[in-house]
């Protein structure tokens, strides 16, 4: 529909400027041949560039042999999958009142089709990535526990090395497609497009690959979607364990302060939240109170990691050699 409403007037506009060149040239060269002054000469010769300005700008070639046509089969369809994705890197756009108004119908009913299609296929990686992860072969018994501690983690670390991969593959085989890209600026379009920023600064020029280009696009942003939310389900999760320990933990420094006068728990207690914060898995946890130095606790849940940091905390309070205060009443008997 874009081509059949497009591709008549970008040949219109063609025609027009090739025409307009033609004449100012035939002008130009005229003035030329017949002696004229040099103040005639400089503004035929003004008005001629400004007709070579107008073509550059608007994608016309001074070289009618050399005219490609915007508005072909494969580079409309690689139009339509740029406003479906949102991503809209603005090289090229519909002119004609029609085709305006039929991209924003097809915008209104497309996007939520092709974001629902890409929640689906996200949905759908997922899901394989967890079936691939549960028939992994049994691990011994020390990398098991260490991929225990860290699993979430780790699976976060994953996709997000995963997805620099295939913004790696996506950019080595832009290289092979546009011979004039760096493998760098091939990897640029594909963070640019997959993040649907869509500056529009680089954009693929070859038409044979556009089919291809499209369904790497949108692979590419089912699998960006999908990292990028197990990623936001990661910190959402930590932050809301974390949220939950407040209670108990308030209750315990509660305790501390109650047992130890004098005791800043206020400055202790903003100490231990800024280290539970920075630190998202505990590794080891030496016990203070009544356990050897040297004796380490491996810890697979970092919850009762906390509160057995917080429970010696409370011991080693308890058996300090603090006393209550004392109230001494002083009595004063006298005889009248």
């Known amino acids: 529909v874009f081509r059949r409403l497009e591709y008549p007037a970008e040949i219109d506009k063609i025609n027009i400027f090739n025409i307009t060149l033609s004449t100012g040239r035939r002008m130009l060269i005229q003035s030329m041949l017949n002696g004229a002054n040099f103040t005639t000469f400089e503004q035929e010769l003004q008005k001629y560039e400004e007709l070579l300005r107008n073509a550059f700008e608007a994608g016309v070639s001074i070289h009618p042999d050399e005219q490609e046509v915007k508005w072909t089969i494969l580079r409309a ?11 809209g890197y603005g090289n090229i756009t519909p002119e004609t009142t029609e085709g305006r108004i039929f991209c924003i119908v097809f915008a209104l009913v497309g996007i939520p089709l092709t974001l629902t299609v890409i929640a689906d296929w996200g949905r759908l990686f997922a899901q394989t990535a967890s079936s691939l992860i549960k028939n992994v072969p049994p691990l011994p018994n020390g990398v098991r526990s260490v991929l225990d501690v860290r699993r979430t983690t780790s699976y976060a670390f994953l996709a997000v090395v995963f997805l ?7 950019a080595a085989a832009f290289v092979i497609w546009e011979k004039d890209w760096t493998f760098f600026e091939g990897f640029y379009f594909c963070f640019i497009t997959m993040t649907t920023i869509g500056f529009g600064d680089l954009v693929p020029k070859q038409p044979t690959y556009m089919l291809l280009c499209t369904l790497y696009i949108l692979i590419g942003l089912a699998l960006t979607s999908t990292i990028i939310e197990l990623v936001r389900t990661q910190y959402a999760q930590s932050w809301k364990q974390l949220r939950a320990l407040q209670g108990p933990l308030a209750e315990h420094f509660r305790r501390i302060a109650d047992n130890t ?22 590794k080891k946890l030496t016990s ?25 905390l409370v011991v080693k309070s308890s058996n300090s050699q603090t006393f209550p205060p004392v109230v001494q009443f002083i009595i004063y008997e006298t005889s009248v």
Do not use: C, N
Request: aromatic residues 10%.
């Open 77 to 87: 369809v690689f139009f339509s999958s740029t406003v479906l994705t949102t991503i």
């Open 164 to 170: 620099f991969i295939y913004l790696g593959v996506g």
């Open 261 to 282: 006068p004098g005791l800043d728990v206020l400055s202790i207690q903003h100490d231990f939240m800024k280290v539970i914060t920075s630190v998202s898995v505990p």
């Open 288 to 312: 203070v109170g009544s356990l050897r130095r040297d004796k380490k606790i491996k810890v697979t849940d970092w919850e009762d990691a906390m509160e057995a940091a917080i429970r010696d």
